[in-house]
């Protein structure tokens, strides 16, 4: 990663760490696996806030830039910004890059699409969520990707919680990228705690 990248990784963590993260000694915040943990990530004030959505467009794109491939998308609604920052940034680097949404369930009503958004039989696409824990969702979002018939050349997290999701996803045979892991946001943490000398 060149310096830029490395600055621009840096200012993400920061965000996060002021706007996404909460952190408590017990093991309070239940996520969607079932399991209970001391901290907890809400992307959304991360990647819904301009310079949050700025540097996961820019970070996210450059993680794809040299794919060949027509969109990025995944599972509505932790996926929808991280999706959409990424597909903003590839028009203003003159590659444009399609966004989509795979719904939860079908719309009962109109088209009845499972996923929505200008992809089409055999197009090439990355998958990406905005937090992974054991990759269910995302998995769930692969899954619904190849039912329509897309190529899912691979996954991007903005954070890897590095539970076993990374696992679970190559185990899927999707190679796996994450913009950020955990374990460099609580080191990060750990040192804003330190007291200045």
């Known amino acids: 990663m060149d310096s830029t990248m490395a600055s621009l990784k840096e200012r993400l963590i920061q965000i996060v760490l002021e706007r996404s993260f909460q952190y408590r000694d017990?093991?309070?915040f239940q996520l969607a696996s079932g399991r209970r943990s001391q901290y907890y990530f809400n992307c959304k004030t991360t990647v819904l806030n301009p310079e949050g959505m700025y540097l996961v467009g820019t970070l996210g794109f450059d993680l794809v830039r040299d794919l060949d491939i027509q969109a990025v998308g995944g599972l509505t609604l932790g996926a929808d910004p991280v999706a959409y920052?990424?597909?903003y940034t590839s028009f203003?680097?003159?590659r444009p890059i399609e966004a989509f949404i795979v719904r939860k369930a079908a719309k009962k009503h109109g088209t009845r699409l499972p996923i929505e958004g200008n992809v089409a039989d055999g197009d090439r696409v990355v998958v990406v969520d905005d937090v992974?824990?054991?990759g269910g969702s995302t998995l769930k979002?692969?899954?619904a990707a190849r039912d329509h018939r897309l190529a899912v050349v691979q996954v991007i997290a903005l954070i890897d919680r590095q539970e076993?999701?990374?696992e679970n996803i190559e185990a899927a045979g999707v190679p796996f990228q994450a913009?950020?892991?955990r374990e460099e946001i609580?080191?990060?943490f750990r040192e804003g705690e330190k007291p200045s000398t």
Request: aromatic content about 0%; overall charge positive; glycine content about 12%.
């Open 141 to 143: 979002a692969i899954g």
């Open 164 to 166: 076993g999701g990374r």
């Open 26 to 28: 017990a093991p309070t």
């Open 179 to 181: 913009i950020l892991t």
């Open 132 to 134: 992974i824990t054991t």
């Open 92 to 94: 203003h680097q003159h």
């Open 186 to 188: 609580m080191r990060a």
């Open 85 to 87: 920052a990424i597909s």
